[in-house]
């Protein structure tokens, strides 16, 4: 996993790895029939240590809303290498999900004060960044944050400002 693994968090290391196995598809179809496809996808995934049946869960979610997406006649327009922008639509989407790092290294929801920890299997779990969106909150004996990706704190007054203010 670490040659996907991007500094600014698991959902972009999520994308990394699609567009890896996407990469490595395209070169493959013109060779392989639609039988050999499933064998290759599991022999690929093996090969990097990757969950065969999450990427194939992934790639009908993705070919699902590229169909609605088509089907509404909306542009489909990808952000490229431009992570920022991804990142910027994460904090949009997961403003809700934000959380700030503590002095002692915890990280605090602003939604609803929760002191939570990032999960151990996050590419995140070392850096500590200062704000970060989440998905996912699981309570073991601890309460943790998974699926995180990095953000600007400012970021959250600007793309939520019915939410966050200056003064909070």
Same mark, same amino acid.
């Given at each position: 996993?670490?040659? =996907?693994?991007?500094?600014?968090?698991?959902?972009i290391?999520?994308?990394?790895?699609?567009?890896?196995?996407?990469?490595? =598809?395209? %070169?493959? %179809?013109?060779?392989?029939?639609?039988? %050999?496809?499933? %064998?290759?996808?599991?022999?690929?995934?093996?090969?990097?240590? #990757?969950?065969s049946?999450?990427?194939?869960? !992934?790639?009908? #979610?993705?070919?699902? /809303?590229?169909?609605?997406?088509?089907? *509404?006649?909306?542009?489909i327009?990808?952000?490229?290498?431009? *992570?920022?922008? $991804?990142?910027?639509?994460?904090? !949009?989407? =997961?403003?809700?999900? !934000?959380?700030?790092?503590? +002095?002692?290294?915890?990280?605090?929801?602003?939604?609803?004060?929760? &002191?939570?920890? /990032?999960? +151990?299997?996050?590419?995140?779990?070392?850096?500590?960044?200062?704000? #970060?969106? $989440?998905?996912?909150?699981?309570?073991?004996?601890?309460?943790? #944050?998974?699926? &995180?990706?990095? &953000?600007? =704190?400012l970021?959250?007054?600007?793309?939520? +400002?019915?939410y966050?203010? *200056?003064?909070?």
């Amino acid at each position: 996993m670490k040659c =996907f693994a991007s500094p600014d968090g698991d959902h972009i290391t999520l994308v990394n790895v699609y567009r890896a196995y996407d990469e490595f =598809f395209v %070169k493959r %179809k013109l060779q392989l029939g639609k039988d %050999k496809h499933g %064998k290759v996808l599991r022999k690929w995934c093996k090969e990097n240590y #990757i969950n065969s049946r999450s990427l194939r869960h !992934a790639r009908d #979610i993705h070919s699902q /809303i590229h169909g609605h997406v088509q089907q *509404m006649g909306l542009c489909i327009s990808s952000c490229g290498d431009d *992570m920022l922008q $991804f990142r910027r639509c994460l904090a !949009a989407s =997961f403003f809700l999900n !934000a959380a700030v790092r503590q +002095p002692e290294g915890t990280y605090r929801t602003l939604a609803s004060g929760q &002191i939570v920890q /990032i999960h +151990p299997t996050s590419v995140l779990f070392r850096s500590k960044p200062e704000c #970060i969106v $989440f998905n996912e909150l699981v309570q073991t004996s601890n309460k943790y #944050i998974r699926n &995180i990706t990095r &953000i600007d =704190f400012l970021w959250l007054t600007e793309l939520a +400002p019915h939410y966050y203010s *200056m003064q909070d």
